[in-house]
């Protein structure tokens, strides 16, 4: 697709559960990220991936929060047992940025977020 | 790790009017872009500018990385302006670390 793909765009889920967050980047993107939101908020980074390198996993709030990437391009962000203090929007984005050396022009392309409510 | 401040947090402004949003840094960085979020949450990239000048349209934005601060300019400003403006900035070769953000309403 044109652009970063996220799914579901809403989920309700109730304490407890485990919830599964999906995020299809720009097509040749080799930089994936994901960030949460709270109401009124800033951004908060949660992980990033780069190509086949091992994750940045320095914003992840908990180990019931975790995120893998198949094949170098979908991503599942997954979070267990959510609480309510889980529920904002998570936002995926992802960019062109070189894999080796270089920096080059790597814009940041968010997709539209999934709004997680924990009741 | 990095601060990124950006002023004002709010700012109301009559349609057609000026306005300048500021970010300020605590450290050198090597990529600095500008985010406009619409009403409906949808995040659009402005600019990346880690440093120097650009104009898209009514917009525009510079950097001055030596004294780190960045400053986006709107002109004529319209309602569909509306939303909020974030700044992020990243370090080395990491990941970028976003501003509190701007909340811009345009009246019409």
């Known amino acids: 697709g044109a652009g970063v793909s996220q799914s579901p765009s809403n989920k309700v889920t109730e304490k407890g559960k485990d919830v599964e967050l999906r995020c299809d980047p720009i097509?040749?993107?080799?930089?994936l990220y994901w960030y949460r939101q709270s109401l009124g908020q800033g951004l908060e980074f949660l992980i990033y991936?780069?190509?086949?390198?091992?994750?940045?996993k320095s914003g992840l709030p908990s180990d019931r929060f975790s995120a893998e990437r198949t094949g170098g391009s979908v991503s599942t962000l997954t979070i267990q047992r959510t609480q309510q203090e889980d529920s904002a929007v998570y936002l995926c984005a992802s960019s062109s940025r070189p894999l080796t050396g270089g920096r080059g022009n790597s814009p940041l392309h968010f997709g539209n977020g999934t709004r997680l409510t924990v009741t | 790790g990095i601060q990124v401040e950006q002023s004002p947090p709010d700012l109301i402004l009559q349609e057609g009017a000026n306005s300048t949003l500021r970010c300020n840094f605590s450290d050198s960085v090597n990529n600095l872009q500008w985010f406009h979020q619409n009403p409906w949450g949808q995040l659009i990239n402005l600019f990346y500018?880690?440093?120097g000048t650009k104009q898209n349209g009514r917009l525009s934005a510079t950097t001055v990385a030596t004294e780190r601060y960045s400053l986006l300019y709107i002109s004529s400003s319209q309602t569909t302006d509306s939303g909020v403006y974030f700044c992020?900035?990243?370090?080395?070769?990491?990941?970028?670390?976003f501003g509190k953000g701007t909340m811009l309403l345009v009246s019409p």
């Open positions: 500018i880690p440093s």
């Open positions: 097509s040749g993107h080799t930089a």
């Open positions: 991936f780069q190509g086949n390198s091992a994750p940045d």
């Open positions: 992020a900035v990243e370090q080395g070769y990491s990941t970028l670390t």
